[in-house]
């Protein structure tokens, strides 16, 4: 059985640190890019970060750049994102899943983050 469980979310200040994570169960993780996506209310979920198979190529999105940092661990099946400076706009739900579309598993449950003080 595949499932995705995210962690790590919760209440924090502007400028606060935060850190996410995704395990990954009853899948080849290691042969997945992994990704970090979010979701506002009323807004469309979008891509924060993915990482290839190895960890040799990461992506960031722009509003992120430079805050956020993504790794993963192979031996653990799991994808963490290390969140730092964090601003209200980063205020959603925090997904995991494949960064490749065709991959695409069944959504997890998410994790929420509230950045406000």
């Known amino acids: 059985q595949v499932q995705l469980l995210e962690s790590g979310g919760g209440l924090v200040q502007p400028g606060g640190s935060l850190s996410l994570s995704c395990t990954a169960s009853?899948?080849?993780?290691?042969?997945?890019?992994m990704a970090w996506y979010r979701q506002a209310p009323g807004k469309e979920r979008e891509l924060v970060a993915s990482?290839?198979?190895?960890?040799?190529?990461?992506t960031y999105a722009d509003s992120v750049k430079g805050r956020f940092t993504i790794s993963r661990d192979n031996d653990k099946n799991t994808v963490n994102l290390q969140m730092n400076s964090l601003k209200p706009e980063d205020t959603a739900v925090y997904f995991c899943n494949s960064g490749t579309t065709w991959r695409f598993l069944p959504w997890g449950p998410g994790t929420q983050v509230i950045v406000s003080s």
């Open positions: 990482i290839a198979p190895t960890g040799d190529t990461i």
């Open positions: 009853g899948v080849g993780f290691s042969t997945y890019t």
